[in-house]
């Protein structure tokens, strides 16, 4: 378990990027994240007027410069609040650290984003950087601190982890530890259901949905099924998304996954005392009533 | 996608044709700043978790959706997903 030098330290902000799918399909992420934000001295600052990170699997692979001014322009944003990016979403996350890296590290590039943003008084200079959720979790609010806001030990739950493509994108993929960590930390039970690495589909799902449910969520969704998971949990609203569709659409083909999910930032605030209500865990599209009758959280 | 990426990533294709499948998920971020339009019901449920009934993005930003307007316009982008659209 990762141990830092800021476990006991004192309220840091962040600015807080949410994406697309977040907070227009997925609001139950957003709210148990500001909800356990105080608990973990985490001050949110909202990036008021931010668009799509965009989407790299579209917006990058039609037109890169397009790509990067509107990348440009969400960091700039955080820049003029003068705190780092948190990025709740694995996409999101790839593209402005991505984004960031290349525009910064090219000073022609700058000179020319900039002469762009200009237009909107807006100015990139590269000053913020751009953290992951699970990198804020484990390297700026500390493992010890976290374990020490538990109020509820989820210890009897067994989950499947779906980790997302990106994480692996992270420096010696260490963003995949540190969703072990956390995982460990709060004392779940982790399952290895032998398709940790496969893709959810959510690129696929952007050309053909019928394609990626039968290419990739139908196999780890039977994985899951087969190692009698409790719930999956995902930090990625992509692999959320498509392995929700997933399991709705594949009813048809009599596919009866009924596999809970949870997003990372649900989990914990379970972990942390909120009840499943209070962030939204009833309001899922996959029901989540089993879950938490076996977290004993149901009714008032 | 750059050079340097196509190097890197010797399996992805510049999109040179706009598949089917990407001319909505463009425009929307063009025309609202996302690629989701905000669903009334979604609205009610974010009021009921007790944050904002719309998200503090784009999606309440008038000034921010011109801006990302202005700012694709004249790219391939916004030509390829555009050229067929009404101006809104």
Redesign the interface.
């Known amino acids: 378990m990762k141990e830092t030098s800021r476990d006991q330290q004192m309220t840091r902000n962040y600015a807080l990027f949410l994406g697309c799918y977040i907070p227009s399909m997925q609001p139950f992420a957003e709210a148990s994240l500001r909800r356990i934000a105080p608990l973990l001295k985490m001050k949110l600052i909202d990036m008021e007027g931010a668009t799509c990170c965009p989407v790299p699997e579209i917006v990058r692979l039609v037109d890169y410069d397009a790509w990067l001014f509107v990348s440009a322009r969400n960091l700039a944003l955080a820049e003029s609040e003068g705190e780092d990016i948190l990025a709740l979403c694995n996409g999101c996350w790839e593209t402005l650290h991505e984004a960031r890296e290349a525009i910064v590290s090219d000073p022609e590039l700058l000179t020319e984003v900039n002469s762009h943003l200009s237009l909107f008084d807006k100015r990139l200079e590269g000053k913020i950087k751009v953290k992951h959720f699970l990198e804020v979790i484990v390297e700026d609010v500390g493992l010890q601190s976290l374990k020490a806001s538990i109020k509820k030990p989820l210890s009897n739950l067994k989950v499947g982890v779906q980790y997302g493509c990106k994480l692996y994108k992270s420096p010696e993929s260490k963003f995949v530890s540190y969703f072990d960590n956390i995982i460990e930390t709060l004392g779940v039970k982790a399952i290895e259901y032998g398709a940790e690495k496969l893709c959810c589909g959510f690129p696929l799902s952007l050309y053909s949905l019928d394609e990626a449910m039968e290419e990739r969520a139908k196999f780890k969704l039977a994985k899951m099924q087969e190692a009698k998971v409790d719930c999956m949990v995902t930090a990625c609203p992509g692999c959320f998304d498509v392995l929700e569709k997933a399991q709705l659409l594949l009813k048809r083909q009599g596919l009866h996954y009924e596999i809970p999910m949870l997003s990372l930032t649900e989990l914990m605030a379970l972990s942390l005392g909120f009840r499943p209500e209070e962030i939204g865990v009833d309001t899922h599209r996959v029901k989540t009533d089993a879950l938490i009758a076996k977290l004993g959280m149901e009714g008032n | 996608?750059?050079d340097d990426?196509l190097t890197l990533y010797p399996w992805?294709k510049?999109?040179k044709t706009?598949?089917k499948?990407?001319k909505n998920?463009?425009v929307n971020?063009i025309r609202v700043?996302?690629?989701?339009?905000?669903?009334s019901t979604?609205e009610r449920?974010?009021e009921?978790?007790?944050?904002n009934r719309k998200?503090?993005?784009?999606?309440q930003?008038e000034?921010?959706?011109l801006?990302?307007k202005?700012?694709?316009k004249g790219?391939?982008?916004?030509d390829?997903?555009m050229w067929d659209e009404r101006d809104e």
Request: aromatic share 6%; no cysteine.
């Open positions: 996608m750059s990426e992805r510049r999109v706009l598949p499948s990407f998920p463009i971020i700043g996302h690629i989701p339009k905000l669903a979604r449920i974010r009921n978790l007790g944050i998200p503090p993005t784009a999606y930003d000034k921010a959706r801006e990302l202005e700012l694709v790219t391939d982008l916004y390829k997903a």
